[in-house]
Every structure is written in C-alpha cells, then in structure tokens.
C-alpha cells in the first residue's frame, strides 16, 4: 500500500492484516480465484481498504446517506435533524413552491419521460424554451441540453476531438471532462492546478503537429473553490489556434453580481469561450447538462453527438424545472449575493479558529484541509454525531495528503446556522483523538 491515509505505521500494518484476513475468507467461500467472479476489478482494494478502515475505527459510514426529505441548509438524516453542508442547492430553489409548480404542470402536460430520443421521436416545447433560455443567459448563439452533466462531458468532448488531437486541461477538472478526452483517442494533458503558464508551456510544446487542440477549465473548481483567470486563458487559446471549453457546473447561479457565472465575475465578453458547458443538477435543482456555443456547433451536436442523438431527451419535467429555476436566478440576485455572503462568513469563520480553508475564493465550496483520508473519515463522523452533515473528500478522488472535508453552501444558511456549524466544527477538530485502530 502506497498511501498511510493517515494511519502510523503499527494501525496500517493492523489494518493490512484485517484486509489480508478478508481476503482469506472471501477466497475460502469461493468470492475469488472464480474465472467468473469480480475481485480483481481495478479499484477494488482500495475501496475495501476504506471500508476496512471505516469499520475498524468505528466511524459511521459518511457514504450513501438517506436525506429522509428536501436537502437544503438542514436536512433529515437517518431521523436526526442535521445542519447540511453536502447538496447544491446552492440558491435553494430546490424546494422552490414556484418550480415545484413548474414541475407538477410539466407533468400533467407530458407525464414524467420524453420516452425516446427527440431527434426520432420529437421535440416538447419546454425544450426549446429551456435551451433558449440557456443560450441568453451566455449571449450565445444557441445551445443543446442533455440527460446529464457528466454524459454531456463525455459525449461532447469525446466526439468533438479525436486521436490526432491534444486536450489540455486542469489538473483537478472534473471526472467528466477527463473520461470524455479518454474516450476522444485525442493526446490528453494535464496541466497544474490554476496555473496557466503551466498550461501555455505544455500547449507551446505539443500544439506543432497536433490536429485541433482544446483547453477545458471549470469556472470554479468543485474541490476547492477556487477560479481560474478566464481572460488569461482566453488569450493563451488564441495564440495557440485552440477551442477553450469552461465547465460551470459550479458557476452557474454563484459566480458574478448575477450569477451569470465567471465571465461576469471577471467582466470578460463571454462570446470569446468557444464552448460554455454546464449541468442542470446544482443551482438549477434539476439534472442534465447543457452546451451553449456558435449556432453551428450546437446545430453539429445535435444531430451528431451520441449522447444526445441515441439517449432519451429530458424528462419535460426536469426542463421545467430547471427553466423555472433559471427564471428565479435572474429576477432575484440577491440569493446569489446572499449565498457568497454566507460562503464568505463561513470560510473567515474557519479561518479566524486558524482552520485551513485551501485556495477557496469562498463562492460557495469551502474545502477543510485535514491531511489524510482517515482524519477526514473521522472529523465527518463526529461532526455527523453533532449534527453537521458534510462529506470527505479522500484518496483517491484527491492526492492523499490533499484528503478533506468539502463544504457547499447556500443561500438559505442563516448566520446563525453557519456561526453554530464553526463552532462545532473548530471544537470536533481540536479535540481528535490520534488514530488507532479498534477492537
Ligand atoms: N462538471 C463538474 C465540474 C462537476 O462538478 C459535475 C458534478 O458534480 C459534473 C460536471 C457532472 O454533473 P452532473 O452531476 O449534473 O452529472
């Protein structure tokens, strides 16, 4: 095992032995050594390892929890009233009467599925008005939505480029943006975090001979809350000859006076990104994902891109809602201003109880630096006990000295709640127990 995840040296070789065990027992009852069985997948071990870990140290499960209601600033866990940190609902439209309203009229007009793929089978009006509605909000010419954030990724990237071109993009961009360059065949680089020299050097070195070249960025960086210098990128793309693509699953709704993301956070003309891409799924309080882009590239996908072309169209009632929630966004900005307020209160609360809040720009994700997986594991689990629902963040989805909690808040947290959430926050993270392993 390469990583500690936090554990000295005597409770990993404990817990090696507990995993050597396991196996044993799963080889004995037949679970491995079977030519059909599933024990040698990729990943595996390490999510045993976890599990392991969980159960040795006694820590409540932080994964799969049942919100026994809406998830907003508190939420119904496991029957215990909890002060919520894990959703994104971030401008709480979620529960919204009005897009609930949106929601129920879409489905008494069109039930609760589009029942096949619209290219085939036809078109429902909230469609358009949704990608409509889309397209305005980027000043873009047109754009495409999609069952979901993550299949728009991939499908899009994946058929946009192919093997003899080069995607550069951010070193932590989403799991998306990166499975659809895998699936594109196109030379695929990462470059360092937020830096776009970085980027520059590696698009300098690769762009001779390469086909079509791509730069894709998140608007705001899902783990730790911090923007990317969007005119910098900009600028880098033209030198180079390359499209650039701007993820704002995050910024949608957060950045900017009005939400309008990061081009009206940082007063760029948002016709220089080549391609805007998002998800329905945060601020929207829906699920899907969309492109805005020229006419002609919207046009291209939408009869050519697998993930539109020969996928279900989205259910009328999520664009309904989405549309809806889009409609409260730019008629109401002040729950915009309210959830980076919030944001803002809480990450300087962390911070005054000398806390380590990372690079967040405190918009609305605020990462809890803990150093390992297993502090991470463990302060969510006594946070969760005193009534604080946030989530790890641990390896591998992040380098294990990077492990986390990750805090999302939103514009229905009251000072009150965020004031009470630091509090119990500072006293759980001083009063840790060093690591051993139970039982
Ligand atoms: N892109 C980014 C940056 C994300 O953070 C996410 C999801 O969290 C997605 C894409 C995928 O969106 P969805 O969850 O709506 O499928």
């Not at 589009?114 to 889309?134: C, K, Q």
């Not at 999609?146 to 951010?170: E, K, W």
């Not at 300098?204 to 809350?225: Q, V």
């Not at 020969?310 to 009632?317: A, F, I, N, T, W």
């Amino acid at each position: 095992m390469s990583q500690g995840f936090g554990l000295t040296t005597t409770a990993r070789l404990a817990l090696l032995q507990r995993l050597a065990k396991r196996r044993a027992r799963q080889e004995e009852s037949g679970g491995s050594g079977d030519a059909r069985g599933f024990s040698a997948l990729p990943g595996l071990r390490d999510f045993e390892l976890m599990r392991t870990a969980i159960e040795a140290l006694h820590l409540p499960n932080p994964f799969f929890r049942t919100h026994e209601g809406i998830a907003s600033a508190t939420s119904r866990i496991e029957g215990q009233e909890v002060l919520n940190f894990s959703s994104y609902n971030y401008l709480g439209l979620n529960a919204d009467p009005r897009v609930m309203a949106a929601a129920h009229a879409a489905i008494d007009r069109h039930g609760v599925s589009a029942s096949a793929s619209r290219l085939v089978s036809g078109e429902r009006p909230v469609h358009a008005e949704l990608e409509a509605a889309i397209a305005a909000h980027y000043e873009a010419e047109a754009a495409l939505v999609f069952v979901s954030g993550h299949a728009t990724n991939v499908t899009v990237i994946g058929h946009l480029m192919g093997p003899r071109d080069v995607i550069l993009h951010d070193a932590m961009a989403h799991n998306s943006c990166i499975e659809g360059a895998r699936l594109s065949g196109a030379r695929r680089i990462p470059f360092a975090h937020n830096d776009p020299q970085a980027a520059e050097r590696e698009l300098a070195a690769a762009r001779r001979g390469a086909g079509r070249a791509l730069i894709i960025i998140e608007g705001h960086y899902s783990m730790d809350g911090d923007v990317p210098d969007l005119a910098r990128f900009i600028e880098i793309a033209r030198r180079h000859d390359a499209w650039l693509m701007v993820d704002e699953a995050h910024s949608m709704g957060v950045l900017g006076p009005t939400g309008h993301g990061i081009a009206e956070l940082q007063g760029v003309d948002p016709s220089e990104v080549d391609i805007w891409m998002g998800t329905l799924s945060k601020t929207l309080s829906a699920c899907g994902g969309y492109i805005a882009a020229r006419r002609e590239l919207v046009d291209w996908l939408r009869h050519t891109v697998p993930g539109f072309v020969y996928s279900v169209g989205l259910p009328p009632v999520l664009a309904a809602s989405a549309l809806e929630s889009l409609r409260i966004l730019h008629a109401e900005p002040e729950r915009v201003a309210r959830l980076n307020a919030n944001t803002r209160r809480f990450r300087d609360g962390l911070q005054a109880r000398g806390l380590d809040t990372g690079s967040s720009a405190a918009h609305a994700i605020v990462p809890l630096m803990t150093g390992s997986s297993v502090r991470a594991g463990q302060l969510s689990g006594e946070l969760f006990k005193r009534g604080v629902n946030v989530q790890p963040i641990t390896f591998p989805a992040v380098p294990e000295r990077a492990a986390r909690l990750r805090f999302f808040l939103t514009s229905e947290h009251t000072a009150e709640q965020i004031d009470r959430a630091v509090g119990i926050i500072a006293a759980a993270s001083g009063g840790l127990a060093p690591v051993e392993l139970a039982g």
